[in-house]
């Protein structure tokens, strides 16, 4: 049975590398725009220092195990302890952490003066036939050699290097991998790079024997210059654009794209009270938008924020041992601390989220990266505010009053912005011509009564 290499799960990492005060922002958390809602998406972790790094893979495979297969080009063979099965649920942890939140406030008595409080695959007994000579001499006439091969928990893995892109695209589609049209040409340049290719398959028995039955992401770590993310391979065979959400653990500071524009999201817009019940809608459909208006071309920053650290946080920031487990070695444990016995805080670990919605059209390039030395946070951030709906009678009460229409106003233009929803079904929804319209004349039609 032939394994098809599916377009969200083929990327590289290859990788290069790379204090200020944090304000904080107030509000009370009551939602978050995960990555369910994008359909084809997938995760990569890259935790990095001093060229030493781990990345984390997973994907939204959806179909039969035995039809899953895996194909990262890899800057170096790697050895058996330099592969690993994470856990999916610190995964998660991660993505809930940085995901884009909803947060409300709730206006005060005006007649009172105040100040706002703070919140702080198919079994295989090998993942090729038995080594025959004939078969050895069949590899070495197509200028493929499987440089190791390891079942790392329920995964075969073979690395293999190769002298030429059609002696490889050969090798794995008489292996049993169904490799798309065009793609010798992106091995090629791979192979120009000297790049190793990490092969993946599932195996049933193991998998049965550890009693999984969800993919769980595969880890790598080595060591290379180069900080990139080859997403090339990922869009020979794509049906359609592929979302790819990006989190760096770094020591010093942001991490960018050096060839694409990086995009901050609109974030601190104050929006309906009712986008709360389709607050994923309300995201996915920003996002949209954004990526319309940078041509299709850009790669967005959804969450940048110090590790010790969140406000308002979607989720608890990360564990010592949860950081670890994502390739965060420059921490020592003891370096972790415990604040009031509630969230524990990270030194030195920065976390990066980037997100990009790609295609062979518009990124014809891998993505290169650097580490910057901004330690600024920054989250995809949107506000409800509640109206004061108190009684009290007094002039401000009165100016409040008056004000609230062209507030709601503001906001319905600012929804149909961010998302492209029609304005007058947003003003529907929100009943704004229930609203009394502002009393009074403007300072100027006070002036004169002829």
């Given amino acids: 049975m032939r394994r098809v290499i599916g377009p969200t799960i083929m990327f590289l990492l290859g990788l290069f590398l790379w204090s200020s005060e944090a304000s904080a922002f107030c509000g009370f958390y009551v939602g978050k725009a995960d990555t369910k809602l994008f359909n084809k998406a997938s995760e990569v972790v890259i935790a990095r220092h001093d060229n030493k790094t781990v990345i984390t893979m997973a994907n939204d495979f959806k179909g039969d195990v035995k039809e899953f297969a895996m194909v990262v080009p890899v800057p170096t063979v790697l050895e058996k302890d330099q592969i690993h099965v994470g856990d999916a649920a610190v995964l998660k942890h991660l993505a809930d952490y940085s995901a884009p939140r909803l947060v409300e406030y709730f206006d005060d008595n005006p007649c009172r003066r105040y100040e706002l409080m703070e919140d702080r695959m198919g079994s295989f007994k090998s993942m090729v036939p038995a080594s025959a000579p004939g078969k050895q001499e069949r590899d070495r006439a197509l200028g493929v050699t499987i440089e190791a091969q390891y079942t790392v928990g329920e995964y075969d893995i073979l690395i293999l290097s190769a002298k030429e892109s059609a002696g490889l695209e050969t090798w794995l589609s008489e292996n049993g991998y169904k490799t798309p049209t065009g793609a010798s040409a992106v091995l090629h340049s791979y192979l120009k790079q000297n790049m190793k290719f990490f092969v993946a398959k599932v195996n049933l028995i193991e998998q049965s024997k550890l009693g ?39 020591k010093q500071g942001r991490v960018e794209t050096t060839n694409y524009r990086t995009v901050r999201l609109p974030e601190a817009q104050e929006i309906p009270l009712y986008v709360k019940d389709k607050f994923g809608d309300f995201y996915r459909d920003l996002f949209t938008q954004q990526v319309k208006r940078e041509s299709e071309r850009g790669v967005f920053l959804e969450y940048t924020w110090d590790m010790n650290w969140c406000d308002p946080c979607a989720a608890n920031p990360l564990s010592a041992e949860e950081l670890r487990s994502f390739g965060v070695f420059w921490q020592d444990s003891s370096s972790f601390k415990q604040h009031g016995n509630i969230m524990p805080q990270a030194q030195n670990v920065f976390l990066t989220r980037l997100h990009v919605r790609y295609d062979a059209a518009h990124f014809p390039e891998d993505l290169m990266f650097q580490e910057t030395s901004d330690r600024n946070n920054f989250q995809a951030r949107y506000i409800l505010r509640h109206p004061w709906t108190g009684q009290d009678d007094c002039p401000a009460a009165t100016a409040y009053r008056q004000q609230l229409r062209d507030r709601y106003e503001r906001e319905a233009q600012t929804l149909a912005n961010l998302t492209g929803w029609n304005i007058g079904d947003i003003r529907k929804q929100m009943n704004i011509a229930s609203l009394p319209v502002s009393e009074g004349k403007k300072w100027y039609q006070r002036l004169w009564t002829n």
């Fill in 212 to 250: 999984f039955t969800h993919l769980r992401p595969l880890q790598i770590a080595f060591e290379s210059p180069k900080f990139m993310l080859p997403i090339r391979l990922g869009t020979v065979n794509a049906d359609g654009a592929q979302e790819l959400f990006i989190y760096t653990l770094t």
